[in-house]
């Protein structure tokens, strides 16, 4: 690897040296805690991959079939010792197989290097996100790559994606892992994020952080999954960057305020110092055709994690995102130690913010309260939209527990509540072969019944969300809550 790209390849996780252990207190509050509150159950280790067939109740429609790609962490113990944060645990791959009126479903860990060493060893070895190890030397970020965060189909292919280094290819039927994806040589090891966006061509875009450097990676792929541009662009006080939008002629980021420290022995995540009452959050905004910054907007600090779509109007973009008030990058790891609350201080708003070229000026627009994990129909992707998906939450605390499409135009929401006892993942919107419209399709998704301890694959009419779901169909078992994924029909 040339000295530049190692450089880059570390400073995507801020990495210097590292050196403490995941804990076995917070293994025991945890443990003591589940006992009492069967909601932590989302945030439970798990062990093993799994196979079964899911009890359909409902009915599911004829012209629904296809697989429903999923990914997160799945393994957060090992040794008597339990990660720090969410984000840290090992990858767990998902393939719930809809056809003829049927829901199979298959869990694999991805057995990437890290898995694979940390399971002979029978201890956590490499540094993760949230918690701070240093028993075996990283030579690159793919040494502590955990594949947790998406799974990607593309050309034929399917790939595990963790924003922190390589994609990582598994089998597209049974979710083997076949190894890293090196997308072109002199890219080996660097860091490719989890939330590419696809092009109207079938290619997509991508980016890469490097926090430690300054510096955001531009991917740009055709349809074959060939690398066609790249360019590497200075952002001065750059820090984790998760989602970015792509609009007609603009790729734009939302980097919220974090200082990225230095200090010894301690995790990345712990690295990362909110700086909210010194400098705003800011859209940077690159042009497609140059790969060049274009302009810098100011908004008031709040942090961030998911974005939705963007799209030109006139001499504006407009784009939705999620915005969290203050930092809410460390309470997203609370329930890892037994908090039953999440983000209580943090409330999560959707909004629709305009950028105003001319005047430099980005405006906001509320779209819908306590939300997170905004989705559009693939099909307007980079183009104008007037329906956004987002899971909402019936309390401040951002445990998700409803489905909602919010029109745009009109600020209306069709939506469905599960109630006590669920907690809803990130669904997508599912358009019937020749779709007309943002709603002619479906809404397809998992929540998790923590009562039963079992994985239910929902779907909805999303002309009728409010109406309920069309099928819920029950695996006889609980797989690991996901991040994010994508529907291959």
Known sequence: MSNRRRFLSLAALGLASTSALADSL????????????????????????????????????????????????GRFELGGERYHHWFDGDGFAQRWQIRDGKVSHIG???ATQ?????SKAGKFLYPAFGTYIDRKGVKNNDAINVANTNLLP??????ALWEGGSATELDPDTLATRGIKTWRKDLKAMPFSAHPKMDPDGGLWNFGSAPGANQLIIYRLNAQGEVTRTAVLPVPQLNMVHDFVVSGRHLIFLVSPYDLGSEPDTSFADRLHWAGDRR???????????????????LPARSVFHLGNAYEDGACTRLDAVLHEGDALRKVGLPMRGAARMVADNPAS??????????????????????EFPRVMPQVVSARHRKLLVLGASGRELILDSVNLIDTDSGKVDGYAFGTGWQVEEHVLVPRRGARSETDGYVVGVAQDTRRA???????????IKAGPLALARLPYRAPVCFHGNFQA
Do not use: M
Request: aromatic residues 10%; glycine residues 8%; negative net charge.
């Open 26 to 73: 917070t293994y025991q509050s945890f443990h003591a805690a589940l006992e009492c509150n069967a909601r932590l159950l989302a945030y439970a280790d798990h062990t093993g991959d799994v196979a079964g067939e899911a009890t359909v109740l409902g009915h599911l429609p004829k012209d629904l079939n296809g697989v429903f790609y999923r990914n997160g962490p």
């Open 108 to 110: 694999r860990f991805v």
């Open 154 to 159: 593309l050309d034929g292919r399917v790939y």
């Open 350 to 371: 959707t909004v629709q913010i305009t950028l105003d070229y001319a005047s430099g000026v980005a405006r906001e627009a509320r779209l819908f309260g306590v939300s």
């Open 454 to 464: 079992q994985s239910v694959l929902t779907v909805f009419d999303a002309h009728n």
């Open 280 to 298: 705003p959050l800011r859209a940077v905004v690159i042009s497609k055709e140059t790969l060049a910054l274009r302009q810098v907007f100011e």
């Open 114 to 118: 890290k898995f694979i060493e940390e």
